[in-house]
């Protein structure tokens, strides 16, 4: 018998979706399940926002009719119209079935086109997630044509059959304060910031493993130090497992010498690097040199600790750091350290695309609604638990074990999120 061939099983280029995604699932949950209408997921480059937003398509289609819509390389009103024509084509059979006229749209602006879909599924009783992609094309578009940019966020705001969300880096920020005088309220108004970063440690093993296809084998040690290296970043993930793989299907102990940064990496961190603000230049430049916690940042920066700490809330949300040993800050893993040690001379904190001031705003829009995901997950959570525990009593003193763990879990996640929030409100009075 000819032994059994496997193919690598890690994806190191373009986006995941169904079995072969991994992690982030409270967001989602939350994204589907939530109060908010409108989200803006923000997340640093090769993070996994795409593929996020394709899970998100599969995953949503029971309680929406999911419209995905790239806008990356549009550079007019025009393109925009026409990437979501294509976006809406895409869903064509689906929309037939409700009574959308695609081609009745063929005049009109994006605006139009998505306020008549969503009226005519409103009578129907559907509701439209729209899953919007590299939204950063908006910051270019708005300077030449600001009216058709503002009709695109009125379109936003009046469905009531429509929940959006839209995931770029945190460059998109700067939209903000490009809108700012409107008359109309600026572009980012209403948009619930949340995070898209590391994945948990429990589902970095998975992802590792391959649990949710055919599983790999790895050792506790390799999972270790894997973890050490990448920080659980999903992309640093996948291409380090991807060269750690071995053909029995499992993987080989990493090393030191796996470090390595090429020029794809070095590109990929030179964009992160451009996405920080100055302050956050220097809170990394400042932690490339050694460990250090907040109060220690601020008496080197010359700074409020409130104020560092903000900055922190975002770099940690997003993975440029972490906590290391000691419980003091780091960077984020090992290669974008490598890279911020070898480039160090060549990095400054001057000449940043976005100004500390959206970066306080967007801390403390995020903090807020970190305190309500948290009490939208608890309430979620609970429903969940309160119908697993009808389910075990209708098997009286004996129900299933695969039962029981699940009830145990949901009770896990209450009581943490009971706890972030407690601690969140007794922080802020």
């Not at 999972?223 to 993930?237: F, K, V």
């Not at 030179?270 to 490339?288: A, N």
């Given at each position: 018998m000819s032994p059994t061939i496997y193919r690598n099983p890690y994806t190191i280029g373009g986006w995941v979706s169904g079995r072969r995604y991994y992690g982030h699932t409270d967001l989602r949950q939350y994204i589907l399940l939530g109060s908010d209408n409108y989200i803006w997921v923000i997340g640093s480059r090769r993070v996994g926002?795409?593929?996020?937003?394709?899970?998100?398509?599969?995953?949503?289609?029971?309680?929406?009719?999911?419209?995905?819509?790239?806008?990356?390389?549009?550079?007019?009103?025009?393109?925009?119209?026409?990437?979501?024509?294509?976006?809406?084509?895409?869903?064509?059979?689906?929309?037939?079935?409700?009574?959308?006229?695609?081609?009745?749209?063929?005049?009109?602006?994006?605006?139009?086109?998505?306020?008549?879909?969503?009226?005519?599924?409103?009578?129907?009783?559907?509701?439209?997630?729209?899953?919007?992609?590299?939204?950063?094309?908006?910051?270019?578009?708005?300077?030449?044509?600001?009216?058709?940019?503002?009709?695109?966020?009125?379109?936003?705001?009046?469905?009531?059959?429509?929940?959006?969300?839209?995931?770029?880096?945190?460059?998109?920020?700067?939209?903000?304060?490009?809108?700012?005088?409107?008359?109309?309220?600026?572009?980012?108004?209403?948009?619930a910031p949340l995070y898209i970063s590391a994945l948990s440690p429990q589902d970095a093993e998975e992802l590792v493993r391959q649990q949710q296809r055919?599983?790999?084998?790895?050792?506790?040690?390799?999972?270790?130090?894997?973890?050490?290296?990448?920080?659980?970043?999903?992309?640093?993930?996948?291409?380090?497992?991807?060269?750690?793989?071995?053909?029995?299907?499992?993987?080989?102990?990493?090393?030191?010498?796996?470090?390595?940064?090429?020029?794809?990496?070095?590109?990929?961190?030179?964009?992160?690097?451009?996405?920080?603000?100055?302050?956050?230049?220097?809170?990394?430049?400042?932690?490339?040199?050694?460990?250090?916690?907040?109060?220690?940042?601020a008496r080197t920066l010359g700074q409020q600790e409130s104020a560092i700490r903000m900055y922190l809330y975002v770099m940690t949300s997003l993975g440029y750091t972490r906590l290391v040993d000691g419980g003091q800050l780091g960077i984020g893993n090992a290669f974008f350290h490598l890279w911020l040690a070898e480039n160090f001379a060549n990095l400054s904190p001057e000449g940043a695309e976005i100004s500390d001031a959206s970066v306080q705003e967007m801390a403390q829009a995020g903090l807020q609604e970190q305190v309500v995901y948290w009490q939208e997950q608890l309430r979620i959570y609970r429903e969940r638990l309160g119908r697993l525990q009808v389910a075990a009593a209708r098997h009286g003193t004996s129900p299933p074990e695969r039962l029981q763990a699940t009830i145990q879990e949901h009770q896990r996640q209450i009581k943490d999120l009971e706890r972030k929030i407690d601690a969140y409100h007794l922080s802020h009075g």
């Open positions: 926002k795409t593929s996020l937003l394709r899970q998100l398509d599969q995953q949503g289609r029971k309680d929406y009719l999911p419209i995905y819509w790239d806008m990356q390389g549009c550079t007019t009103a025009a393109e925009l119209r026409d990437e979501l024509m294509f976006a809406l084509e895409d869903r064509s059979e689906a929309l037939q079935r409700l009574g959308v006229n695609l081609a009745a749209l063929a005049q009109d602006d994006a605006a139009n086109m998505l306020r008549k879909v969503c009226r005519q599924l409103e009578k129907q009783e559907t509701r439209v997630l729209l899953l919007i992609d590299e939204p950063e094309a908006l910051l270019a578009i708005v300077q030449k044509e600001a009216p058709a940019i503002q009709r695109l966020r009125a379109a936003f705001q009046r469905p009531a059959n429509l929940r959006v969300v839209m995931a770029s880096t945190k460059s998109l920020a700067r939209l903000h304060e490009m809108t700012k005088n409107w008359p109309t309220s600026p572009f980012l108004y209403d948009f055919s599983p790999v084998q790895v050792s506790r040690d390799a999972i270790r130090r894997i973890h050490h290296y990448t920080g659980d970043q999903p992309y640093l993930l996948q291409r380090l497992c991807y060269q750690l793989y071995r053909s029995d299907h499992s993987l080989r102990l990493p090393r030191k010498k796996d470090i390595a940064v090429d020029s794809m990496l070095a590109s990929l961190f030179r964009l992160q690097f451009q996405h920080l603000s100055s302050t956050e230049r220097k809170i990394l430049l400042h932690l490339v040199r050694q460990p250090d916690d907040a109060a220690g940042i």
